[in-house]
């Protein structure tokens, strides 16, 4: 039964992962369409030859004795009729028929195709001639009309041909060129290439398309599935923050991952969440930024930090300049006060964003860091850390211990499921306990997935608070949790409190 339902699974993924391929390369199938199209009608166009057709009509009447009472002119004409149209290909073909053509032909040869077909009901038959050349075509044809009874006596009895509509030599070719057919081939060839290629980059993919795919991977809750929406940027403005007039799904969703952090961070001491990502581009900026205007229009007093130093972000988010002092400045010099470098928006949010560093590496000052956000804990209601991938820096890591939330952010079809399980565990062996994970930039075609959607993954419904919370694979008293083999009191946090 399991193995069934897994095969099930497995095909639903499998359509799903080519639907997005399809959403995903489209302008590809569109191209090779075009292309193909194009191509075969140039092919065809290339390839084509125009062919000539001359045909001559005639009847076929045999002698028979009058005295024959049982004798049918007509029967017997049709029968003969017939009887010279079946055997034509043998009588052309014959040595004596194709010496008498060559005689009469001008130039000795032809390169055309004769068939005959006899009327039906009738004793008339059709004599058609195909070339290349209209006049090797009409030559051909009036060869064979006088070769032909001097040939045909050897298969029936004294026939005698009369030409009914005699041969004329062809001007038009019967077979004019069609490009829109031929284009048309070609746009399907396209079309149905471009679905294979697709096919089998879904079926080769690697990445997680599914909040199962997402759950079975990391075994972690899934707080919250954020709609993929599209917005519409002002010329002169960058501000993408998320407003329930601009969508209301994404806002919807952020109102539930809001309730879920408040609920977390329930403890009056407990203000801080982080936010990181596997990698760049999975929309941790975006997720960081939302949630903190989310509180802020609940109420309450929030700041962002931005703490990925090689690619300071939250500024141009925002719409403002990126420029100024910022958190590495900070922690670089003791004597810059981070409420300097605090800015705020028109909605109320405040950050802290500078310029992006060169460096290569850069070492936290853990002491510093512990200053400012005790500074910071006593002026804002919640501080909210948006953090480098954790799978390229290891800054995210090595700030998770300030942070009494963590929030793992996953895009829908972008980092492969290994590279995700292995970011999530090095911050478990690193005694980073996550709070629940965001599966960001879902197609909103897949409504199940949604928050408020009489959802699976809805607040309060099976992959909620409740189910993942304290005493699972990664809760208190687990393997990766508090007294564990990589808890407090394990090898890799004793290493990290012995190094600083």
Same mark, same amino acid.
């Given at each position: 039964?399991?193995?069934?339902?897994?095969?099930?699974?497995?095909?639903?993924?499998? #359509?799903?992962?080519?639907?997005?391929?399809?959403?995903?390369?489209?302008?590809? #199938?569109?191209?090779?369409?075009?292309?193909?199209?194009?191509?075969?009608?140039?092919?065809?166009?290339?390839?084509?030859?125009? #062919?000539?057709?001359?045909?001559?009509?005639?009847?076929?009447?045999?002698?028979?004795?009058?005295?024959?009472?049982?004798?049918?002119?007509?029967?017997?004409?049709?029968?003969?009729?017939?009887?010279?149209?079946? %055997?034509?290909?043998?009588?052309?073909?014959?040595?004596?028929?194709?010496?008498?053509?060559?005689?009469? &032909?001008?130039?000795?040869?032809?390169?055309?195709?004769?068939?005959?077909?006899?009327?039906?009901?009738?004793?008339?038959?059709?004599?058609?001639?195909?070339?290349?050349?209209?006049?090797?075509?009409?030559? @051909?044809? =009036?060869?064979?009309?006088?070769?032909?009874?001097?040939?045909?006596?050897? #298969?029936?009895?004294?026939?005698?041909?009369?030409?009914?509509?005699?041969?004329?030599?062809?001007?038009?070719?019967?077979?004019?060129? !069609?490009?829109?057919? !031929?284009?048309?081939?070609?746009?399907?060839?396209?079309?149905?290439? %471009?679905?294979?290629?697709?096919?089998?980059?879904?079926?080769?993919?690697?990445?997680?398309?599914?909040?199962?795919?997402?759950?079975?991977?990391?075994?972690?809750? &899934?707080?919250?599935?954020?709609?993929?929406?599209?917005?519409?940027?002002?010329?002169?403005? %960058?501000?993408?923050?998320? %407003?329930?007039?601009?969508?209301?799904?994404?806002?919807?969703?952020?109102?539930?991952?809001?309730?879920?952090?408040?609920?977390?961070?329930?403890?009056?001491?407990?203000?801080?969440?982080?936010?990181?990502?596997?990698?760049?581009?999975? +929309?941790?900026?975006?997720?960081?930024?939302?949630?903190?205007? !989310?509180?802020?229009?609940?109420?309450?007093?929030?700041?962002?930090?931005?703490?990925?130093?090689?690619?300071?972000?939250?500024?141009?988010?925002?719409?403002?300049?990126?420029?100024?002092?910022?958190?590495?400045? =900070?922690?670089?010099?003791?004597?810059?006060?981070?409420?300097?470098?605090?800015?705020?928006?028109?909605?109320?949010?405040?950050?802290?964003?500078?310029?992006?560093?060169?460096?290569?590496?850069?070492?936290?000052?853990?002491?510093?860091?512990?200053?400012?956000?005790?500074?910071?804990?006593?002026?804002?209601?919640?501080?909210?850390?948006?953090?480098?991938?954790?799978?390229?820096?290891?800054?995210?890591?090595?700030?998770?211990?300030?942070?009494? =939330?963590?929030?793992?952010?996953?895009?829908?079809?972008?980092?492969?499921?290994?590279?995700?399980?292995?970011?999530?565990?090095?911050?478990?062996?690193?005694?980073?306990?996550?709070?629940?994970?965001?599966?960001? +930039?879902?197609?909103?075609?897949?409504?199940?997935?949604?928050?408020?959607?009489?959802?699976?993954?809805?607040?309060?419904?099976?992959?909620?608070?409740?189910?993942?919370?304290?005493?699972?694979?990664?809760?208190?008293?687990?393997?990766?949790?508090?007294?564990?083999?990589?808890?407090? @009191? +394990?090898?890799?946090?004793?290493?990290?409190?012995?190094?600083?």
């Amino acid at each position: 039964m399991d193995n069934k339902r897994a095969d099930k699974l497995d095909l639903i993924n499998l #359509m799903i992962r080519f639907k997005n391929s399809f959403f995903q390369l489209w302008p590809l #199938m569109l191209v090779m369409s075009i292309l193909f199209g194009v191509g075969s009608a140039f092919l065809a166009q290339r390839s084509f030859v125009p #062919m000539y057709q001359s045909k001559a009509i005639f009847t076929v009447d045999c002698v028979y004795e009058q005295d024959d009472i049982f004798g049918n002119g007509v029967y017997y004409d049709q029968y003969a009729a017939e009887q010279l149209a079946e %055997s034509f290909p043998k009588i052309l073909n014959t040595a004596v028929m194709r010496d008498l053509i060559e005689e009469k &032909i001008p130039r000795g040869y032809s390169n055309g195709n004769a068939t005959a077909e006899s009327v039906t009901d009738s004793n008339m038959l059709v004599l058609t001639v195909e070339s290349n050349d209209p006049q090797d075509a009409y030559d @051909y044809l =009036c060869a064979i009309i006088e070769c032909y009874p001097q040939v045909a006596v050897y #298969m029936v009895d004294n026939p005698q041909i009369k030409i009914v509509e005699s041969p004329t030599k062809p001007t038009n070719p019967f077979n004019a060129f !069609s490009p829109t057919r !031929s284009a048309a081939k070609g746009v399907i060839v396209g079309i149905v290439l %471009s679905l294979g290629v697709m096919f089998l980059l879904a079926l080769g993919s690697r990445t997680i398309q599914t909040a199962d795919e997402l759950k079975n991977t990391i075994n972690l809750p &899934i707080l919250v599935a954020l709609p993929k929406v599209a917005v519409k940027k002002r010329r002169k403005e %960058s501000n993408t923050v998320i %407003s329930a007039d601009s969508n209301a799904n994404m806002s919807e969703s952020l109102r539930g991952l809001r309730m879920k952090i408040k609920k977390e961070l329930a403890d009056a001491e407990k203000k801080t969440v982080l936010i990181t990502s596997t990698l760049a581009g999975e +929309g941790k900026t975006t997720v960081a930024v939302n949630l903190a205007q !989310s509180l802020v229009k609940d109420g309450h007093k929030v700041v962002v930090l931005d703490a990925d130093f090689r690619n300071q972000s939250v500024a141009k988010f925002l719409g403002e300049k990126a420029s100024g002092d910022g958190l590495m400045e =900070c922690l670089k010099n003791p004597e810059l006060s981070i409420t300097k470098c605090i800015r705020s928006t028109n909605s109320g949010l405040c950050f802290v964003s500078g310029r992006s560093t060169d460096k290569r590496q850069y070492s936290i000052e853990y002491k510093a860091m512990r200053r400012i956000l005790e500074k910071l804990s006593r002026e804002f209601d919640y501080i909210v850390l948006d953090t480098p991938p954790s799978e390229v820096v290891s800054d995210a890591t090595a700030l998770c211990r300030y942070a009494e =939330c963590v929030v793992y952010v996953v895009r829908q079809d972008y980092a492969k499921r290994g590279q995700v399980l292995n970011a999530v565990t090095a911050l478990h062996q690193k005694d980073v306990n996550i709070t629940g994970c965001v599966f960001n +930039g879902v197609p909103q075609f897949h409504r199940h997935y949604g928050y408020g959607y009489r959802s699976t993954y809805g607040y309060g419904y099976d992959y909620g608070y409740r189910k993942y919370s304290y005493g699972n694979k990664y809760g208190y008293g687990s393997k990766y949790g508090y007294g564990s083999k990589y808890g407090k @009191y +394990g090898k890799y946090a004793q290493q990290m409190e012995d190094n600083h």
